[in-house]
Nanobody, 124 residues
Framework: QVQLVESGGGLVQTGGSLRLSCAAS????????MGWFRQAPGKEREFVAA????????YYAESVKGRSTISRDNAKSTVYLRMNSLKPEDTAVYYC?????????????????WGQGTQVTVSS
């Protein structure tokens, strides 16, 4: 069992930045692929970014590529998502997820554990 707790969300102006954190507890954090997803009201949950267990591989949705960085600190059992140049369309609840056997990185059903989410609101 893995427990995930997100933090770092909030209200930010267009063009601003945020760093989301996801602290994990439970089984060996470093064994898991970690992903960030988001869900806006009335929309499906969508992939944002993912990072391999070692941190050597990172993957991004086109919508955030170039202005977001995912990273992890296995010693702290924490994964981060830094987002810059935020836009109103980035407004959503952001979820972190952990998966042991992940193929495409982008499908929510590949991930085994989920956090409760943290709200990010970007004002125009």
């Amino acid at each position: 069992q893995v427990q995930l707790v997100e933090s770092g969300g909030g209200l930010v102006q267009t063009g601003g930045s945020l760093r989301l954190s996801c602290a994990a507890s439970g089984r060996t954090f470093s064994s898991y692929v970690m992903g960030w997803f988001r869900q806006a009201p009335g929309k499906e949950r969508e992939f944002v970014a993912a990072i391999s267990w070692s941190g050597g591989g990172t993957y991004y949705a086109e919508s955030v590529k170039g202005r977001s960085t995912i990273s992890r600190d296995n010693a702290k059992s924490t994964v981060y998502l830094r987002m810059n140049s935020l836009k109103p369309e980035d407004t959503a609840v952001y979820y972190c997820a952990a998966g042991l056997v992940v193929d495409t990185y982008t499908r929510p059903n590949e991930y085994d554990y989920w956090g409760q989410g943290t709200q990010v609101t970007v004002s125009s």
